[in-house]
Nanobody, 119 residues
């Protein structure tokens, strides 16, 4: 079992930046692939990014490539999402999630943090 708590959301103007954090507790953090997802009102949940256990491999959704960066610090049991050049369409609740390598489904989810980008 792992517990995930996101932080760092807020209100930012278009073109601005935010850094989200997701702190994990429970079983060994470095055992999990970590991901970020987002969900805007009335829309389906969208994949944002994921990162391998070591941090050596990352993947991004097309809508955030070149603007967002995922990273992790296994010593601090934390995964980050650095968001730059934010757009109003990035407005959503952002969730971090954890899964075991080799599995497609994420087993653990945080409660989410709201990101609002004003135009």
């Amino acid at each position: 079992q792992v517990q995930l708590v996101e932080s760092g959301g807020g209100l930012v103007q278009a073109g601005g930046s935010l850094r989200l954090s997701c702190a994990a507790s429970g079983r060994t953090f470095s055992s999990y692939v970590m991901g970020w997802f987002r969900q805007a009102p009335g829309k389906e949940r969208e994949f944002v990014a994921d990162i391998s256990r070591s941090g050596g491999n990352t993947n991004y959704g097309d809508s955030v490539k070149g603007r967002f960066t995922i990273s992790r610090d296994n010593a601090k049991n934390t995964v980050y999402l650095e968001m730059k050049s934010l757009k109003p369409e990035d407005t959503a609740v952002y969730y971090c999630a954890a899964r075991f390598p080799g599995y497609s489904d994420y087993d653990y989810w945080g409660q989410g943090t709201q990101v609002t980008v004003s135009s």
